[in-house]
């Protein structure tokens, strides 16, 4: 009789354990910036500027018919893990909130239907001799129809100008994405370059009216000097 008061016991303990809600989470991307870089072996005399960018964008997204969660760090590319079981998850800056799935009633839990994410045109690294311009559309130098003009009038007068219609927007120089660089102040006034230092974010609507940002990830010491740049270009 004891024995069967026991399982009875054990059997009424593992209900209500089972029966208890899964708990919420709070999940944080893990990275605070993320750094993208060639790990050939070079020849002797080459070397490579990675490309380092803070979490741009946070979302989830669908792969292999399961939810996962993305963190979306610019150009230098994205980490992601599954979703908890059994929970609904949801994007926020920084990270994802997931809450338990609880059915009071057999109606079915409408998904909520996720923005789409930012569609990228064209991305890469450039490098950008003194006096030469660069087009962040095709990602090129020294092309005709440039966005952007590496301007010298002496060793030391250095601007940043737009060309053929693009516009350009430094503000406060931080990694703003997409969306932030889309609701920028334009303007077509050049930029000395001592006002872009290595690690700044510019923000450029080019002259076929797609929203880019570049940053800069390395200045020549001697003269002339050459910029080395990461950008990208959204659709």
Do not use: K
């Amino acid at each position: 009789m004891r024995s069967l008061l026991g399982g009875i016991a054990a059997a009424f303990a593992f209900f209500f354990i089972a029966a208890a809600p899964a708990a919420a989470e709070s999940i944080e991307c893990p990275l605070s910036q993320a750094r993208r870089t060639i790990t050939n072996e070079l020849p002797s005399g080459w070397w490579t500027t990675p490309i380092v960018n803070t979490l741009t964008e946070t979302r989830v997204q669908d792969i292999g018919g399961d939810p996962a969660l993305m963190c979306v760090y610019g150009p230098s590319g994205s980490v992601q893990r599954n979703a908890p079981a059994n929970h609904n998850c949801t994007a926020r800056t920084g990270g994802f909130e997931c809450t338990p799935r609880i059915r009071l009633t057999p109606i079915p839990i409408p998904t909520p239907t996720l923005p789409s994410p930012p569609q990228t045109h064209s991305t890469n690294s450039l490098e950008v001799p003194q006096t030469w311009s660069f087009d962040l559309d095709a990602g090129n130098v020294g092309a005709d129809g440039a966005d952007l003009w590496f301007r010298a009038e002496t060793n030391t007068a250095l601007f940043i100008e737009p060309r053929n219609g693009a516009q350009i927007a430094l503000g406060d120089r931080s990694n703003r994405g997409r969306d932030g660089c889309a609701a920028a102040s334009f303007s077509t006034t050049r930029v000395p370059l001592a006002s872009i230092p290595v690690g700044s974010y510019v923000c450029v609507r080019t002259n076929e009216g797609r929203i880019s940002q570049f940053r800069m990830n390395a200045i020549s010491a001697s003269s002339p000097r050459t910029l080395s740049i990461g950008y990208t270009t959204w659709r």
